[in-house]
């Protein structure tokens, strides 16, 4: 079975800061991971996926996130925190059989001025 | 581009009453996927289909149902409705079903609230 897991249900940073979200996964199969961002009373975006063509992966809005087996982590970052960044943040995995998402329980950021 | 288009986008009930929430996928898509999401948590899985057929099925109460038309647009039908229903229901779309790398693509969602 898949499952994600999200450290830190907050996370508070200053405008300009890196941004670090955290994501650890389990799988047992190879793992497809995506970062999705929700505003308030909006819809899930697709921020970035993992499809293992490549461990380090580009997204929109300046973030990445970096695939590391040996940790089964998918750490989401941003160099520079902007405040429009503030918003709720979900790292999900594919089940192994179908293409139905599990959501880890998500992670607020918070962007100060 | 098109989006995913969800209605209503609001909704109020009473308790025991039904409901039908509406989901038009993106053109050429032909599988979408129902989620829940109650207050201040993470979206669940409910219900998928594929060209028509259900394809997956997660933690759906049996009071609901939902199915695919043949112009794959999806409707998910909530009968008995209880308080603990009152959440954000979200449709996502794809195009492949089988292509698990597929991105999903989520609509703004209908927030239901039963009273």
């Given at each position: 079975a898949q499952s994600v897991t999200q450290l830190g249900s907050h996370v508070s940073v200053s405008e300009g800061a890196l941004v670090l979200l955290r994501c650890n996964y389990s799988s047992s199969v190879p793992p497809y991971l995506f970062w999705y961002v929700q505003y308030p009373n909006q819809g899930l975006q697709l921020l970035l996926k993992y499809?293992?063509?490549?461990t380090l992966v580009k997204g929109i809005n300046g973030f990445e996130a970096e695939f590391k087996k040996s940790e089964t982590s998918f750490h989401l970052t941003k160099p520079s925190a902007h405040m429009s960044d503030a918003a709720e943040y979900f790292c999900a995995v594919t089940s192994s059989n179908t293409g139905k998402l599990i959501f880890g329980q998500g992670t607020t950021l918070q962007v100060k001025p | 581009a098109a989006g995913v288009i969800q209605s209503p986008r609001h909704l109020i009930k009473e308790k025991r009453e039904t409901a039908t929430l509406k989901c038009y996928p993106i053109p050429r898509h032909d599988t979408v996927y129902w989620y829940q999401q109650g207050p201040g948590q993470d979206p669940q899985f409910l219900i998928s289909f594929y060209e028509k057929m259900q394809s997956d099925k997660g933690?759906?109460?049996?009071r609901f149902s939902a199915q695919q038309f043949s112009d794959y647009h999806s409707e998910l039908n909530m009968s008995s409705?209880?308080?603990?229903?009152s959440a954000l229901y979200f449709c996502a779309s794809s195009?492949?079903?089988?292509?698990?790398?597929d991105t999903q693509y989520f609509g703004p969602g209908t927030r239901l609230t039963v009273l």
């Open positions: 499809t293992s063509a490549a | 933690s759906i109460p049996d409705l209880e308080l603990g229903d195009s492949q079903w089988r292509e698990r790398t």
